[in-house]
């Protein structure tokens, strides 16, 4: 029987060198299928309002991308990659892309106000806060 590199328990991934890269990017993989699940019907829905979709995305995206936070000892590369994914996902549910948000310089703050949602960072230290008490 040999060492595993890496191995699933309670739905994390737990890598061999104990770092939480797999998990991270196996959540953000898991987020993006959900996200893709129900954007057709949500998010690109024009009789939705903003303020749904955002409760959708905090319940069914975040819910899935953040699963296990709790016990992450997140680096800033994998706090990049959790940016990246939730800003992504906030300009698609605005109805912004990346050209646009330059050309009329658009910041990150302005498009989450938007929206009506917060840095992926105080989703994650939320949940950390509570785990600890």
């Known amino acids: 029987m040999g060492i595993v590199q890496k191995a699933k328990y309670l739905g994390c991934l737990i890598d061999r060198d104990g770092n939480d890269k797999c998990d991270v990017i196996a959540r953000v993989e898991k987020a993006s299928q959900a996200f893709g699940a129900v954007s057709s019907c949500v998010f690109k829905s024009g009789i939705i309002t903003m303020r749904v979709k955002a409760a959708v995305y905090a319940a069914v995206?975040?819910?899935?991308?953040?699963y296990g936070c709790e016990a992450w000892a997140l680096t800033e590369a994998l706090l990049t990659r959790l940016r990246s994914f939730h800003r992504r996902?906030?300009?698609?549910?605005?109805?912004?892309d990346r050209g646009t948000v330059r050309e009329f310089r658009l910041t990150s703050?302005?498009?989450?106000?938007?929206v009506g949602l917060k840095h992926i960072e105080v989703y994650v230290y939320r949940r950390q806060l509570r785990w600890v008490g």
Request: a neutral charge.
């Open 89 to 96: 996902c906030v300009r698609e549910i605005a109805g912004v």
């Open 61 to 66: 995206v975040l819910s899935v991308l953040l």
């Open 109 to 114: 703050e302005e498009v989450l106000k938007k």
